[in-house]
């Protein structure tokens, strides 16, 4: 029935390009990505503000703790299925010694992870095609919640103690954090690899890789980490041949019929798993800021490792 419909959809096509309507109704992606009109939270982000803003400087000698947190993510990815497999979500938290006031910097899917991993499959004028809600922000608030992030309360939940800064630093960090969001747009689930460990073809932007990029940062304007620290994070990894730029227009029913099949978001577990099947047949994309890439997979595919993240002023 799929087949036909999709059969019935090329040969309209094919009349089409020989006829020349193409030229007349463009067939590119219709839909702007993040349409804040289209895009919906349905949770409301309790640790999200709607416009996060730097945190209120604060003195320069005071003395801030810094902490790396972690807590299981409930949301989930892929909703309840995927989400059994497992997976964290990180913060890095700031302790005031001198005011007693904390802070969390995070960065996050702003319409939920589901969404900054695969696309919304909408009509538009009766014609499928694709809505991106992939948008990623940091989250700043003047708090660290000391229930999420406490291990007595969700045992996979953890604390790890980085270093002690000065007011002046954590300054220069409040500034760097509005630049890293304003340069990450877009939330980026997987590392698209050709095997683990080997080459990186594309690096996902997630709340983990702003913790990496957040210790980074203070490394360069001088905190040093004790290299005996035990970081460990996520990696959402795809196994492919070099991703290859292919043109939305020529892929467009491909692209479509392959993220219908992680619409998990309308469909019952039984499906999903049909779907799963069907797709080995499919050719597989990745949306990369603003571009399809076609994928080859390697074996195993897909994988989620929970792996060491390299301390930055460590690796000697
Ligand atoms: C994902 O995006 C769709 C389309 O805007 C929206 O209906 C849905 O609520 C979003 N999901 C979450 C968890 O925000
Ligand atoms: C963070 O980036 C988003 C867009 O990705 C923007 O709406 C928001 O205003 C930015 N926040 C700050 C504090 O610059
Ligand atoms: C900041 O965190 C510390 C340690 O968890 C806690 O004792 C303190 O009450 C927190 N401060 C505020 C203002 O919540
Ligand atoms: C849908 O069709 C109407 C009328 O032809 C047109 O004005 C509109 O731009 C179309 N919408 C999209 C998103 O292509
Ligand atoms: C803190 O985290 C708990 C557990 O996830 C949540 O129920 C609560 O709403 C959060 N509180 C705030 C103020 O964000
Ligand atoms: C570094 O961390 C290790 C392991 O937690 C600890 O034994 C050691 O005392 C720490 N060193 C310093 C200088 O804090």
Aim: hydrophobic residues 40%.
């Amino acid at each position: 029935m799929k087949i036909s419909n999709r059969f019935i959809i090329y040969l309209i096509l094919i009349i089409c390009c020989s006829t020349g309507c193409l030229l007349v109704e463009s067939r590119d992606q219709s839909l702007p990505d993040n349409d804040p009109v289209l895009c919906q939270q349905r949770i409301q982000r309790e640790d999200c503000p709607v416009s996060p803003a730097p945190f209120e400087p604060v003195d320069d000698t005071n003395v801030i703790q810094v902490y790396y947190l972690q807590a299981p993510i409930f949301e989930g990815m892929f909703g309840n299925f995927f989400g059994k497999l497992g997976g964290y979500h990180s913060a890095v938290g700031f302790y005031d010694l001198t005011t007693g006031l904390n802070y969390t910097a995070e960065y996050d899917a702003f319409y939920e992870v589901g969404n900054g991993t695969v696309p919304n499959i909408v009509y538009v004028n009766g014609t499928k095609d694709i809505l991106w809600c992939n948008s990623g922000i940091v989250c700043a608030v003047p708090f660290v919640n000391a229930t999420y992030w406490d291990p007595a309360v969700y045992s996979t939940a953890s604390k790890t103690y980085m270093a002690t800064i000065d007011g002046a630093t954590f300054n220069k960090y409040s500034q760097w954090m509005v630049t890293y969001n304003n340069s990450n747009p877009i939330y980026q689930t997987w590392d698209v690899w050709n095997n683990y460990n080997q080459e990186l073809y594309i690096q996902s932007s997630t709340c983990d890789d702003f913790a990496d990029a957040s210790f980074a940062f203070l490394n360069s304007v001088g905190v040093q980490y004790n290299c005996s620290t035990i970081v460990k994070r996520d990696y959402v990894n795809i196994y492919s041949q070099k991703p290859v730029l292919v043109d939305y227009d020529v892929h467009k029913l491909d692209i479509i019929s392959f993220y219908e099949v992680f619409d998990f978001r309308t469909h019952s577990f039984l499906e999903v798993l049909k779907k799963l099947v069907s797709m080995i047949g499919l050719k597989k994309y990745l949306y990369i800021q603003g571009e399809y890439y076609l994928l080859e997979l390697n074996f195993p595919f897909i994988g989620l490792k929970y792996d060491f993240a390299p301390l930055p002023g460590c690796y000697n």
